[in-house]
């Protein structure tokens, strides 16, 4: 007799979206230099049906909100390992921008790992496709 092996965490959450009918997620990503293009993205991908998700804290731009000097990496990873769980809970991933810093290709990698489709709204900067990879 053979049993199936247990569903992943991963698999169980495909399932549940698809069962209750929730819209493709879209995880948007690239440097917040890009956060007036991340608007215009989450717009048109908004008005085309689709669920996003995207970074939502600016922390090059001062606000109250953010802590004081010394705590501000802090604030960092854990803004960071948020984002991470975004990418998990997307569909795909889009990322925005003509530049591709290090936290970016990061999340590319990350994403990448996790079997999600990657899309570019500057193709020429995708990593991979620079190394023959993609």
């Known amino acids: ?12 959450l495909t399932d549940a979206k698809e069962r209750l009918g929730i819209p493709t ?13 991340m608007g215009e993205a ?3 991908l908004t008005f085309a049906g689709r669920i996003v998700v995207k970074p939502g804290c600016d922390m090059k731009q001062s606000h109250p909100l953010w802590p004081e000097e010394g705590r501000a990496e802090e ?3 854990r803004l ?7 990418i998990r809970l997307a569909d795909e991933i ?11 290709r990061a999340e590319i ?15 020429d900067v995708d990593p991979d496709a620079k190394a023959g990879v993609a």
């Open 109 to 123: 990698d990350y994403a990448r790992e996790l079997g999600k489709p990657v899309r570019f709204t500057h193709p």
């Open 25 to 37: 997620i879209v995880c948007i990503c690239g440097s917040t230099r890009f956060m007036p293009e």
């Open 80 to 86: 960071d390992r948020l984002h991470r769980a975004k």
């Open 94 to 104: 889009l990322v925005v921008g003509d530049y591709i810093g290090d936290s970016t």
């Open 42 to 44: 989450d717009l048109a």
């Open 75 to 77: 604030s960092k990873a």
């Open 1 to 12: 007799m053979t049993y199936r092996e247990s569903p992943t965490p991963e698999e169980e």
